[in-house]
C-alpha cells in the first residue's frame, strides 16, 4: 500500500469515469462491495463483530461495566463510543495523538447509533440513581481500503446484537468466570446503519475503494435507521471541502430508503 | 535432594501434559495495505502485526544516517481482557514494546536503509496468557512477509513453573517467556517473575528449545501458503 | 505527447533477473534462515549467505539457482531505489531550484531543475510541473541525503491523461516479462501506453476508458499470479475470455 496521495491525472480520470458511471472494479456508482460479517473476535469482549467491505476491515468490540448514572439522568444508563485508527490499518494513519479523522469516528458511530433507539438506556440500570451498566463500544479498523465509517457502524451494530449483560457477583462486582445468560436488550428490528455518500465533480457514489475516496471531494455520513417498516435519519455530518447541491440532498433521500433495505437484506444472512 | 520436575503424563487443568503446548495457528498478509502481515495465536492467545517499511522516518532528528530503525509499537486492543483496557499506551505495553525490538532486532541488519525507519504494529486481539510471545512471534512473521532482509526468523515461548512441574505455554500469568533466533542457540528475549533455582533455569531452556522448533515449523508454513496458493 | 512506451524500458536497465529459464534450475519458496543449499560450490548472491557448509537465506523470497549462483529474490516488501531505475513519481512540492517527488519509496526523491528535458525559467517552474502532477524519471543518485531524479532522457518528462496505479514492486519484472515481452502483450491488446516504474506504479493512458480499464485488470491478473509458469499462455486466455 502506498502513502502516496492522488495524482491530479487519476483524478480527472476518475472523474471521467464517474460520469460515465464506471468503476474499476466493474460496479455501479450505487453499489456495495460484498460485506462479511463475522464474532466472536475476542472471548473476554461482551460483544463483539468484524465487518469486511471489499477489503476494508474493522472489528468492533463491547464491554460493559459498571458505573454511576449521570446526575441528571439517574434512572437511565450509559452509552460511550470510542476506540482508535489504529496506524496498521493504513500508512496514512500515525501513531501519537489522534488526528480529526480518529476523533471523528467514534462520535459518527455513537449518533448513528444512540439516536436510532436500538438501545434503551433505561435498560440498564441496576440501582436507581446509584449504579448502572455502561456500555462501551470500541472500534478498530484494522485496513483501510476506503469507507471506514459505514463498515464500523455496521460493526457496532452487529457486536450489540451479540452482547450478553455479565454476571454481578454479591458484592456488586462482575464475576467473568460465570457465563452469562442474559443478552443485551436489544431492538432487533432496528438495524443501524451509516450511509456515507461521496462527491467527485457531479458524481455521487457509495462505498468508494481508499483510491476513489482520496480523489473524492465530499461527503455524507447519514445515520439511518428503520421503525416499524418506516425509515429514519438519525444522523447527519457532511466532510471535506466541495458543496452539496439541494438536489443532491433530494436524491440521497429517494436512494436512502432502497439503499438501507438492500444492504439490510444482504445483512440477515449473518445473524 | 528432591527432583522438582517431573516429565510425566502430568495433565494440567486444560488437559494438556507439561510440554504440549496450545494449538498454534498463524496466517500470512492479514493486512492488505501494509508492507506485510500476519496473524499468530497460541490457542486462545490472538496477536496481529502488520509491518509498513522501510520508509521515511519523521522527525528527521530521530533519523540515523548509519542503519534503519526497527520501531515497534505493540499494544492490547480494549476488549482482548476482561477489564476494559482504555486505548492509548500503557506502561506495560510501552516496556512490551521495548522487549519486542529487542528481540527481533538481532535478526534485522538494517545498514542498508539508512535514514528510515520500520515500523512494526503489534496488537492483541484476545489475550490468554503469553500475549508477548504471541506478538512476538507474529511481528517476526510480518517482518518476513514485508521481505525486509533477514537473517532468520524469531520464536517465542512462555515457560514457567506450574507447582514443582516445568511446563511449557502456560495458561495463567506468564512466568518466563522467552524468544529465539530459530536455527542457533541465541536468545532474544528473556524475562522472568517469580521463584526458580538455576538448575533449573538450564532445563527449562531447553523445554523451551523443543518449542521453539514447533513454533518456527507453523510460522515458516504460514509464509510458504501465503505463495503458493 | 512524448511516445513513453518502448523508450522508457530501454532506458532501463532490468535489475532483476526475470526469466532464464534454461539456466536457471530450480526455483522455491524459502524462508529466512533456510538452508538453500550445502557445498562449497556454491556461491551466495542477493540475499543468501553462507554459513559453513551451507547456503542459507538472507529473506522471504524465491531462491534461485543461476549457475552455481544462489540469490533468494523478494516477491513482497517495500520499494529499494537504486541508480538507473525508471520511476513514476508525483510531485509534492515545488522548491527554488526544482521540486519534490514522491516516488513511494523510503527517500523522500528531488528533482533538480537543471534535470528538466529542456530549459525551464525560475519564473515557469510551477507551469511546467506543478502539486499532484505525475512523472516518468530516471533515479540517478541514491545516496545519503536522498534520491535524486532526472527527467534528462528518452521517454521521460511530465505524463498527461490516463491515470496511474499501483502494484507491488517486486512484481514488476513480472509484469514486463522477458525483454518486454508481457507488457508489449497488453498494450497489443488494449491499445494503450503503458509505462510501468520500478517502484511499483504503472502510467496507463488509452483511447477511451474500457481499453484502459482492461490493461489494468490485465495487469492485476498478472500480479496475481507469483509462482506460476505459463504466464504468456494464460494472459493470452485472459484477453479471449475478455474481449
Known amino acids: ?271 | 535432594m528432591q527432583k522438582t520436575h517431573k516429565m510425566t503424563n502430568f495433565k494440567r487443568p486444560s488437559g494438556r501434559t507439561l510440554t504440549e503446548m496450545r494449538k498454534m495457528y498463524a496466517k500470512v498478509g492479514v493486512v492488505p495495505n501494509a508492507d506485510g502481515s500476519a496473524m499468530f495465536a497460541f490457542g486462545d492467545t490472538v496477536a496481529i502485526a502488520a509491518v509498513y517499511g522501510p520508509r521515511q522516518l519523521h522527525p528527521q532528528h530521530m533519523q540515523d544516517p548509519g542503519t534503519g530503525i526497527l520501531r515497534v509499537n505493540y499494544d492490547l486492543l480494549s476488549f482482548s481482557v476482561y477489564e476494559r483496557k482504555k486505548p492509548g499506551p500503557s506502561r506495560r505495553s510501552q516496556e512490551i514494546s521495548k522487549v519486542t525490538e529487542w528481540a527481533l532486532s538481532p535478526v534485522l541488519d538494517l545498514k542498508e536503509f539508512p535514514n528510515t525507519v520500520i515500523d512494526v504494529q503489534v496488537y492483541i486481539l484476545q489475550a490468554d496468557a503469553g500475549t508477548r510471545t504471541a506478538g512476538i512471534n507474529a511481528a517476526s512473521l510480518a517482518l518476513a512477509h514485508a521481505g525486509v532482509p533477514m537473517k532468520d526468523l524469531v520464536c517465542s515461548i512462555s515457560v514457567g513453573k506450574l507447582d514443582k512441574n516445568l511446563v511449557v505455554d502456560l495458561d495463567k500469568a506468564t512466568d518466563f517467556p522467552i524468544a529465539k533466533i530459530a536455527s542457533t542457540n541465541e536468545y532474544t528475549l528473556l524475562q522472568l517473575d517469580g521463584k526458580i533455582q538455576p538448575g533449573v533455569v538450564k532445563e527449562i531452556l531447553g523445554l523451551a528449545d523443543k518449542a521453539c522448533e514447533e513454533i518456527y515449523e507453523v510460522q515458516k508454513k504460514a509464509l510458504k501458503e501465503a505463495i503458493e496458493q | 505527447m512524448m511516445n513513453h512506451t518502448n523508450e522508457a524500458h530501454e532506458a532501463q536497465e532490468i535489475q532483476e533477473v526475470t526469466f532464464q529459464e534454461s539456466s536457471v534450475k530450480k526455483r522455491k519458496i524459502v524462508v529466512p534462515g533456510e538452508i538453500i543449499a550445502t557445498g562449497e560450490d556454491f556461491l551466495p548472491g542477493e540475499g543468501a549467505r553462507r554459513e559453513g557448509q551451507n547456503v542459507l537465506a538472507s529473506r522471504f523470497g524465491l531462491a534461485e539457482e543461476a549457475g552455481r549462483v544462489i540469490k533468494v529474490i523478494a516477491i513482497t516488501g517495500a520499494f529499494i531505489p537504486r541508480r538507473n531505475n525508471v520511476v513514476i513519481g508525483r510531485v509534492t512540492s515545488v522548491s527554488f531550484n526544482g521540486w519534490i517527488i514522491d516516488i513511494d519509496s523510503a527517500s523522500s526523491a528531488f528533482l533538480p531543475i537543471d534535470e528538466s528535458p529542456r530549459f525551464i525559467n525560475k519564473s515557469e517552474m510551477n507551469q511546467f510541473l506543478d502539486i499532484g502532477d505525475v512523472i516518468v524519471a530516471k533515479i540517478w543518485s541514491v545516496n545519503n541525503r536522498g534520491i535524486d531524479l532526472s527527467l534528462k532522457g528518452k521517454g521521460l518528462g511530465k505524463l498527461e491523461g490516463g491515470f496511474i496505479f499501483r502494484i507491488i514492486p517486486n512484481r514488476v519484472p513480472r509484469v514486463i516479462g522477458r525483454e518486454g515481452s508481457m507488457i508489449t502483450l497488453i498494450k497489443e491488446k488494449t491499445g494503450c501506453n503503458i509505462t510501468v516504474g520500478q517502484n511499483g506504479w504503472i502510467w496507463i493512458s488509452g483511447q477511451n476508458l474500457e481499453a484502459e480499464i482492461k490493461a489494468r485488470k490485465a495487469i492485476e491478473f498478472i500480479v496475481d499470479k507469483v509462482h506460476v509458469s505459463g504466464l504468456t499462455e494464460l494472459v493470452e486466455d485472459w484477453f479471449a475470455k475478455n474481449a
Open chain 1, 1 to 271: 500500500m502506498s502513502a502516496m496521495e492522488c495524482s491530479n491525472m487519476t483524478k480527472e480520470t476518475l472523474d471521467r469515469m464517474f460520469t460515465e458511471g464506471k468503476r474499476f472494479d466493474g460496479r455501479g456508482l450505487l453499489d456495495y462491495r460484498p460485506i462479511e460479517i463475522s464474532f466472536d473476535v475476542s472471548n473476554k469482549a461482551e460483544g463483539s463483530a468484524r465487518v469486511k467491505i471489499g477489503k476494508t476491515e474493522v472489528i468492533v468490540g463491547v464491554k460493559m461495566v459498571v458505573g454511576e448514572p449521570y446526575p441528571d439522568s439517574p434512572d437511565k444508563g450509559n452509552l460511550t463510543v470510542s476506540g482508535d485508527l489504529l496506524p496498521m490499518a493504513s500508512p496514512r494513519f500515525e501513531s501519537g495523538p489522534p488526528k480529526f479523522n480518529a476523533i471523528e469516528l467514534p462520535r459518527l458511530v455513537d449518533r448513528a447509533i444512540r439516536h436510532s433507539g436500538i438501545l434503551d438506556l433505561k435498560e440498564l440500570v441496576i440501582t436507581s440513581g446509584e449504579k448502572v451498566w455502561i456500555v462501551i463500544i470500541d472500534i478498530y479498523p484494522i485496513n483501510d481500503d476506503g469507507n471506514i465509517i459505514d463498515a464500523a457502524t455496521i460493526g457496532a451494530t452487529a457486536a450489540l446484537r451479540k452482547t450478553m449483560i455479565p454476571v454481578l457477583d454479591e458484592k456488586g462486582g462482575i464475576d467473568y468466570h460465570k457465563k452469562s445468560k442474559t443478552p443485551l436488550s436489544i431492538a432487533k428490528d432496528i438495524f443501524p446503519m451509516i450511509i456515507t455518500f461521496f462527491k467527485l465533480g457531479d458524481s455521487v457514489l457509495l462505498d468508494p475503494t481508499r483510491e476513489e475516496q482520496e480523489a473524492c471531494e465530499a461527503r455524507i455520513a447519514w445515520g439511518i435507521s428503520k421503525w416499524e417498516g418506516q425509515h429514519m435519519i438519525n444522523s447527519c455530518q457532511k466532510g471535506e471541502e466541495l458543496a452539496f447541491t439541494r438536489s443532491d440532498v433530494e436524491s440521497m433521500m429517494d436512494l436512502i430508503p432502497k439503499k438501507f433495505d438492500e444492504v439490510s437484506e444482504k445483512l440477515k444472512k449473518f445473524f
